[in-house]
Every structure is written in C-alpha cells, then in structure tokens.
C-alpha cells in the first residue's frame, strides 16, 4: 500500500521560510504529477503548487498566484519526494498543507498533512 508522509512544518515568524518535504513509500508503478495543497480554516483546499515528472528535465511547474516567487516546488524522482520550499511567508500562508501524487495505475493519493502557522 503507497503512503505518502509529510513533514516540516511548524511555526513561523511572517517573512521566514519553511521547507516541507513529502516521501512516497510503498510498492508501486512510478508517479506522474506529485502537488502541495493546503486548506485554512473554514476555507476549502486549495492548490499551492504541483510539478510534473520528466526523465530529461526538471518537470513542468504550476503555482498558485498567491505564492508565485515566493514558494519553490521540486521533486527527486529517484527518493520520490517532492519539495516546497517556502520563502517569505505570509500569515495568510497558514494552513494545513497536504502532499498530493498521481500514481500510476494506483491512482490518486494524499498524504496526512502538515501545520504550517506564521504568526509572531
């Protein structure tokens, strides 16, 4: 059974960075789209940021508009982990952020979700 587990998020100064990271674990047939999304509360999820997988580059990226040029979305095909790199963050950046992968075969998958609070 594939899983996917979160991990670094935290509290925050507004301005600060965090990195969150998310590893796909399990027997399965490879990941074609791996995401962030988050939802605040009362508010319905939303997407952050997703990335596609290449062979021969670094995957196509889409953002949010909210947090183009301040969040970083990559990913290690061969750890399957994908990354968000989080710079300059807003209080209206706290959420609980969830990791998304489109599986092959498998299907759709989320992870538990992180805390990410940006407060002072």
């Known amino acids: 059974q594939v899983q996917l587990l979160e991990s670094g998020g935290g509290l925050v100064q507004p301005g600060g960075s965090l990195r969150l990271s998310c590893a796909a674990s399990?027997?399965?047939?490879?990941?074609?789209?791996m995401g962030w999304y988050r939802q605040a509360p009362g508010k319905q999820r939303e997407l952050v940021a997703t990335?596609?997988?290449?062979?021969?580059?670094?995957?196509?990226?889409n953002y949010a508009d909210s947090v183009k040029g301040r969040f970083t979305i990559s990913r290690d095909n061969a750890e399957n982990t994908v990354y968000l790199q989080m710079n300059s963050l807003k209080r209206e950046d706290t959420a609980v952020y969830y990791c998304?992968?489109?599986?092959?075969?498998?299907?759709?998958?989320w992870g538990q979700g992180t805390q990410v609070t940006v407060s002072s």
């Open positions: 990335i596609t997988r290449s062979i021969t580059s670094i995957g196509v990226t």
């Open positions: 399990g027997r399965h047939f490879g990941i074609n789209a």
């Open positions: 998304n992968a489109l599986f092959n075969i498998l299907g759709d998958r």
